[in-house]
């Protein structure tokens, strides 16, 4: 092998290593996944079972009954939990699911998409990104949104989600959580004592472990979202700023 032929494959092997840390600096565009119905559920799914104090800051709604407690406001299993609104078996739970469906297809459909392996502790601007097939969201993921509070991230993964324990989502620069989809084609488990933040879709089941926190929402469109003392805050997106043009002289 000459010397020329070896520095080639040094240079391709850094340039491989530099590209694994560091983020491509153009994304694919993303447009934002509308809810629709679904939005304002921090919890939603054909069943929700649900261990200790869990608290649900926005709608929690399932098909089939089963929240259980001494009032409409409580849900579930050993604890019980307590939720903003209820929609326990109705037409607005059935609706809801519905449009979690669509919105499910329609980040499915984002174009063009990036490819991207998540890795620890690293940095992302606003776009659409492919995650692959048992995406592991570890360390620290940081959403920069360049100062656009409209900035949008779409994240699909083509299997599973699984985020470890005590592993955060951090925004920064006016990334909203609203703006924030993840779309999986199987299931989800969120770690013990993670911090997790967008709207998660999920085909099948989603699990949040003892003490993670969503600053967003979960849906599980045909399964069971299994809660165990989680804190799930689904807050609006605050107005867009308004820009004042001068009018010319």
Known sequence: MNKTFKRSISILATL?????VVPPSISAAATQ????????FGVLAPTITNTGPTTVTGTAGNLYGGFGG????????VGNGTAGVLNDNDLLAQGALASAATAYGNALA????ISHVLVPSETLIP????????ALLSGTLTLNGNGDPNAVFVFTAASSLTTASSSSVILTNKTQACNVFWQVTSSASLGTNSTFVGHLVALSSITATTGATINGSLI??????TLDHNT??????APAAVVAVSAPV
């Open 33 to 40: 996944v509308n809810l629709l119905s679904a939005t304002p």
């Open 16 to 20: 491989t290593i530099i590209y694994a």
């Open 127 to 134: 776009g659409a990104y492919a995650i692959g097939t048992g």
């Open 232 to 237: 799930i805050i689904n807050d609006n997106c």
């Open 220 to 225: 599980a469109r045909t399964g069971t979202v």
């Open 70 to 77: 001494p009032t409409p406001t409580r849900f579930g299993g």
């Open 110 to 113: 984002e174009t063009p998409m």
